[in-house]
């Protein structure tokens, strides 16, 4: 959605800090917070229409994911949360010839197209912009709002299926036999 309409991007436990209405300027073509971890934040930002930052993460959590192995066995952080938004920004630099291990500091960054990421605080103070984990105690909040934690689900393929589950052998499947779907993966 954030790719194709543009928008803000907010995990359901993070809130706002000394963001406001203000923060984000008519100059500002995405905006992100620095993670603890000294990267663009994956839990929340903001970006204009059709930013390559935002393409070239989903396809790399695509690719990554259509060729595991196993699609029980997901580090999240590392596939599709804050390793995809890592990549994505490696190589939005990489496109205008800028290498970059994707740790950065506050500043405005040119990539891909001559397109622009705004990033800002620091990885000392994560929360600084927003709160990262505004809500507090989630996991049994979860289960009252009838929904399950990604994590509570790891493995659960596997035990369900009596074996490994290859993404892009289920999405093939799914594609040939009109009975195959997500539910009753053969």
């Not at 436990?13 to 073509?29: H, L």
């Not at 390793?83 to 740790?103: E, P, R």
């Not at 990262?132 to 035990?159: C, L, P, S, W």
Request: glycine residues 10%; hydrophobic residues 35%.
């Amino acid at each position: 959605m954030i790719w194709e309409y543009g928008g803000i991007y907010s995990d359901m436990d993070s809130s706002p800090n000394t963001f406001n209405v203000d923060s984000i300027t008519n100059e500002d073509d995405a905006f992100f917070p620095l993670e603890k971890l000294g990267i663009p934040a994956q839990y929340w930002f903001a970006a204009s229409p059709r930013h390559p930052v935002m393409y070239l993460s989903a396809k790399h959590s695509l690719q990554t994911m259509a060729f595991r192995t196993d699609i029980s066995d997901n580090n999240a952080a590392k596939t599709t949360g804050p390793g995809a938004f890592k990549t994505g920004f490696i190589l939005f630099q990489q496109f205008k010839g800028i290498d970059t291990t994707g740790y950065v500091d506050e500043g405005i960054y040119t990539g891909a197209h001559d397109r622009t990421v705004r990033v800002v605080g620091s990885k000392s103070n994560e929360n600084e912009w927003i709160i990262r984990e505004g809500v507090k105690g989630k996991g049994g909040n979860y289960e009252a709002m009838g929904m399950t934690r990604f994590h509570d689900t790891k493995g659960k393929y596997k035990q369900l299926h009596n074996g490994i589950v290859s993404c892009i052998d289920q999405r093939y499947k799914m594609h040939v036999e009109l009975s195959a779907d997500w539910v009753n993966i053969v």
